[in-house]
């Protein structure tokens, strides 16, 4: 069983059992899920269906938007790029231009790079298209 698979398991047996934890709590096993759907639902907006198998950076601080967002690259059919942001800036460029993840998702729009944020995740009416 992958770990997504295994996640969504252990959340229809407990809804209540606590899955990610970081500075402002605990979430259940059901708003863990509603997370990982949100992310995935956005991504899958902003990525056309022949794009399969890419990119998605993730420059997010260790939090729980940061492990919903390795669970919904994953559930949308992708693969993760962790990006750090303590490294130097000329670091992570390298690692952009080496990369090329499709998406970076963060908590500030990236210049010159297709970006997401955490504030994209919570408006009402998510992008369907990315600023570069």
Not at 78 to 92: A, D, G, K, M, T
Request: hydrophobic share 40%; proline share 8%; glycine share 4%.
């Amino acid at each position: 069983m992958n770990p997504f698979d295994r996640l969504k398991h252990n959340a229809l047996k407990d809804p209540s059992l606590a899955m990610f934890g970081d500075s402002e709590g605990f979430l259940s096993a059901v708003d863990s899920m509603d997370l990982i759907d949100r992310w995935t639902a956005v991504i899958s907006r902003l990525l056309d269906d022949n794009d399969r198998h890419v990119g998605i950076g993730i420059a997010l601080p260790r939090n729980r938007h940061y492990i919903a967002a390795i669970f919904a690259a994953w559930q949308a059919g992708h693969y993760f790029i962790p990006f750090n942001s303590q490294w130097p800036f000329e670091h992570l460029k390298t690692i952009v231009r080496r990369a090329k993840p499709r998406i970076v998702l963060s908590n500030d729009k990236v210049p010159g790079i297709p970006s997401l944020t955490v504030r994209d995740l919570d408006c009402a009416d998510p992008p369907t298209e990315l600023e570069r």
